[in-house]
């Protein structure tokens, strides 16, 4: 960590944003002074951008804490907001999504196209029994009927958990269960890596297999899109195909008005326990911040701008900046279904031609996998329409910053730097393009109307040039209103830290440079970030030991240089499978099992059969050890452990 804070301090570059930028920008530096004055009313302005059925009187109500509500009496469709209003505005035939499939396939759907699917599948919805504050899961590929999911179910005020299609079919039961969700949305496969990855036999897995759950199946049917074209198993009276539904249903559907603090959505998150976090947002200042954000910090111009958000609608980047931000502002957007490298390596860059992309909000991590295979990959298409840049989900290098900027950014697009998270619902740190000088690796201040500190221990705050946790000081619209079905565990994680203060934390470590600028430095707890995926310790620690070879496990994140992070797992094999079998033939046999179990992107880069684990005399596991050994260093202190002589021995076997 140390040579990485040298590292920032050195950094002095700062890029002015070009004039003709900054004159035409949606943000102006004024937009700070009004929050800084009035921050509830700042938000409620933002608020007043959507449309109100009944308009509110109440903005914030934080009489409760940590339990918010904004915007209580006001009522809204989120749904209404996203698509009817911009037909009604008459833009229908605007297009909202410029749909690219792997293989080459595309289909153009304007608002009005949009809005009359989504009419249509409500109406197949509450035919299916489905309304206000019942659950529906939603397991799909990337494809416009994905969206028109999340709307349809918005429009009836009904609460939709998106379950990333790599989770596996024990993730997706769990996340079922959890919920209690009542219908299932989801393809026969999508298109990813060049062939046809299978959906709805996770589905059917995750229904069928219930063994000793305990749990009742609350799940009543499940409607399947057709896109992948594969052989799928069908469950009669359960099973409903799409396309025997909904072109057949009624376009009429009117958009009932919901209180703002109505659930809108429930995503599940990796947290420091082995079970994920349901957190839930609500309506009203959700879609008023996810909108806000999305036009100050990617200068959104509706009416001109290509937009292109690559992150799969099943993370929180995919709800806010692809469905509810950018639909609620009637941008029009490139969505792509596939992988960035199929069938070639320039596939991004390609599309970027072909649409005429302005604005490009992506990870590092897939920065710094194109830095990898070189310039010459970009350099064969015409980027010139880019405008602008935005990263998100990770610390960004000033390496990869650079890059960015020269390489896919033609020298002149600012790039914003996004931090935020699940919980968060929105942006919270980030440049203004047009009003803020950037700079490589720094995600800089808080938007206007977010108050956010660094502070120490206690919950002082540690001044400028200094490092310590990260902590959101006054309620925001778009904040979690819990987690699903444990309001003490909302408290506890977020809250229990700093009450004498009442700040949200992060669970980040950060750092304010001499300018108060922020450098987020990595998460403070058991939570992985790799490949900008949250990913928990704890939850790949419990994979492991369930595979009856493994004795004891621990994990731990390494620093890799593609993915920011890399897991890393040190496993004790029990005897009996130590005699029969290969070390390599175990390390890779618990690899394919975590993926199995969890999901490809959980499975570990490394597995070390080890004898022994470092434990502190108090039986916990030091993983500060464990992640010296995975990164290949010196390691450190070993004085609290109980056996001071272990890590020799590891460190040895590992080598
Ligand atoms: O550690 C921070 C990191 O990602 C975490 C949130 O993960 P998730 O809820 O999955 O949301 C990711 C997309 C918003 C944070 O606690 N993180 C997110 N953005 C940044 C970041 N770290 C550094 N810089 C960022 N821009």
Same mark, same amino acid.
């Given at each position: ?74 009522? =809204? ?104 969700? /009542? ?88 947290? *420091? ?91 590092? *991590? ?21 405008? =602008? ?49 950037? /700079? ?6 808080? =938007? ?63 750092? =304010? ?143």
């Amino acid at each position: 960590m140390s040579s990485q804070i040298d590292h920032l301090l050195s950094e002095s570059r700062r890029f002015a944003p070009p004039a003709q930028f900054a004159a035409d920008a949606v943000a102006t530096a004024d937009l700070y002074a009004q929050a800084a004055a009035d921050d509830t009313g700042f938000w409620a302005a933002q608020a007043r951008e959507l449309h109100w059925h009944t308009p509110f009187t109440q903005v914030l109500d934080w009489s409760n804490p940590p339990f918010a509500s904004w915007f209580a009496d006001g009522e =809204l469709n989120v749904a209404y907001n996203c698509l009817d209003r911009h037909v009604e505005a008459g833009n229908g035939e605007r297009v909202a999504l410029l749909w690219e499939g792997e293989p080459g396939d595309s289909r153009h759907v304007t608002y009005a196209e949009l809005t009359d699917e989504v009419k249509r599948l409500a109406n197949v919805l509450q035919d299916l029994g489905i309304g206000e504050g019942d659950r529906v899961a939603i397991y799909m590929p990337m494809i416009p009927e994905a969206i028109a999911a999340m709307l349809a179910v918005a429009r009836l005020g009904a609460i939709h958990s998106v379950i990333f299609g790599g989770f596996s079919a024990d993730s997706l039961r769990s996340r079922i269960d959890d919920a209690g969700a /009542k219908l299932v949305i989801t393809a026969d496969g999508g298109y990813r890596k060049g062939k046809v990855s299978a959906l709805k036999p996770a589905v059917d897995m995750a229904l069928s297999d219930r063994n000793g759950s305990g749990v009742q199946e609350s799940v009543e049917h499940v409607l399947v899109v057709r896109r992948g074209g594969n052989d799928v198993e069908w469950t009669e009276g359960r099973d409903i195909w799409w396309h025997d539904v909904v072109p057949q249903a009624s376009a009429e559907h009117e958009a009932r008005a919901f209180p703002a603090e109505t659930p809108l959505f429930i995503l599940y998150t990796s947290g *420091t326990t082995g079970k994920p976090k349901g957190i839930m947002h609500t309506s009203g200042g959700y879609l008023t911040q996810a909108a806000f954000s999305n036009r100050v910090v990617h200068d959104l111009h509706p009416e001109t701008d290509v937009y292109w958000c690559t992150a799969d609608i099943g993370w929180i980047t995919g709800h806010s900046y692809v469905t509810y931000g950018p639909l609620a502002n009637g941008a029009t957007q490139v969505l792509y279904e596939g992988t960035p490298d199929t069938p070639h390596p320039g596939r991004w860059w390609e599309i970027v031609q072909k649409y005429g992309v302005t604005i490009l909000y992506t990870a590092p *991590t897939a920065i710094r996998s194109f830095m990898k295979l070189g310039r010459a990959i970009p350099e064969q298409y015409d980027l010139s329409s880019l405008r =602008l840049l935005g990263s998100v989900g990770e610390p960004i290098n000033p390496e990869a910053w650079m890059w960015y900027r020269k390489v896919i950014g033609g020298k002149v697009a600012p790039i914003v730097d996004t931090w935020w998270q699940t919980e968060t619902g929105a942006i919270m740190i980030s440049a203004l393009p047009g009003v803020t000088e950037t /700079k490589p690796g720094s995600a800089q201040v808080p =938007l206007p109307g977010v108050a956010v500190e660094v502070v120490d221990d206690d919950g002082v705050h540690v001044g400028n040039g200094n490092g310590g946790l990260l902590v959101i000081t006054r309620p925001w619209p778009s904040m979690l209103r819990g987690i699903w079905g444990d309001p003490e565990r909302y408290k506890e994680t977020y809250w229990d830290k700093f009450a004498a203060q009442g700040y949200y934390f992060a669970g980040d470590g950060a750092r =304010l440079d001499e300018d108060g600028d922020v450098w987020l430095l990595g998460r403070v707890d058991d939570v992985m970030n790799v490949s900008g995926h949250r990913l928990s310790t704890t939850e790949i620690e419990s994979a492991l030991v369930a595979n009856e070879a493994v004795a004891e496990a621990a994990v731990v994140g390494a620093s890799d240089e593609t993915t920011g992070q890399a897991v890393a797992a040190f496993v004790i094999i029990k005897q009996s499978y130590l005699a029969a079998h290969s070390p390599d033939g175990l390390a890779q046999s618990l690899r394919a099992w975590v993926g199995e179990q969890i999901g490809p992107i959980a499975r570990p880069r490394d597995v070390y059969i080890v004898e022994e684990l470092p434990k502190t005399r108090s039986g916990k596991i030091m993983r500060r050890l464990l992640r010296d050994v995975a990164e290949g260093r010196e390691v450190g202190d070993t004085t609290t452990l109980a056996d001071t002589a272990v890590m020799s021995v590891i460190s040895a076997q590992v080598r």
